[in-house]
């Protein structure tokens, strides 16, 4: 897919990796729906892509919300006539052991709140999202691409189960969409990073950001640049579907 002129909705896109995949994509002369929680987020983002000369808009969703995520992709639909490309990056983690132990005697557990919090935003939000840009791609009739943002953690990442099964369960429905699309020119791809320099773990104490780098075979994080490049490499090539790229400094847990 040639970027020009197309219409790329990202969600999470007012910071971190939605951001950066935002400029990427306006780098490559594409426009720009911003989906998030945080208006002040989307309007930053917003007016670092319009300064790249394409068009951006933002929408305040919350993606685990059925009528947030019906009403905002009808209206980038509506403003901007078209939807080629949408990236499902927006994400919560609330870890957590399954059962906390001290002493042999149980201390504490993961709560039905954090396990469906988390699933609701990383599952049930790419889902909806998902299924509703799909929709909308073919009514509109000329195809398009569904990114997925995964994680290294859905092969299971300790104190995460409700990330790790969210994590593999969007690896996993990007099968089926590659397989279920196709016949409408759509394709299905998805990344998983490894540990990136966002703002959580920018910020973290430089003794802590040690200890995460030191398994990392190129002993850094990641940039939010790259996982940006990844994205856009999906979207551009044609022969691309169905599969999880890792881009995770060759870290395995």
Request: charged share 20%; with cysteine.
């Amino acid at each position: 897919m040639n970027m020009k002129d197309k219409v790329v909705a990202i969600t999470g896109g007012g910071r971190g990796l939605g951001r950066a995949m935002a400029l990427a994509f306006a780098g490559r002369g594409a426009h720009v729906a911003l989906l998030d929680l945080n208006p002040a987020d989307l309007d930053e983002t917003k007016r670092l892509v319009e300064a790249q000369g394409v068009r951006a808009a933002g929408y305040v969703t919350n993606v685990a919300s059925e009528e947030n995520v019906v009403a905002s992709m009808d209206a980038i639909v509506r403003d901007f006539g078209r939807l080629d490309v949408l990236v499902n990056n927006a994400g919560i983690t609330k870890d957590g052991l399954l059962i906390k132990v001290k002493d042999g005697e149980v201390t504490g557990k993961m709560s039905l709140d954090q396990w469906n919090a988390v699933i609701g935003v990383n599952l049930t939000g790419v889902f909806l999202c998902g299924r509703e840009a799909a929709e909308r791609m073919i009514r509109l009739g000329n195809g398009g691409v569904i990114i997925n943002i995964s994680s290294i953690s859905k092969d299971g990442n300790y104190g995460q189960t409700n990330y790790s099964a969210a994590k593999a369960g969007v690896a996993a429905i990007t099968v089926v969409w590659a397989k279920e699309l196709s016949r409408y020119g759509i394709r299905s791809g998805a990344i998983a990073p490894g540990f990136c320099a966002t703002e959580i773990l920018s910020a973290m104490k430089p003794e802590v950001l040690a200890k995460v780098i030191d398994p990392v075979p190129l002993k850094r994080l990641g940039l939010p640049e790259e996982i940006a490049h990844t994205a856009v490499y999906i979207a551009e090539n044609d022969f691309f579907t169905g599969r999880t790229i890792e881009v995770d400094g060759g870290l395995r847990f």
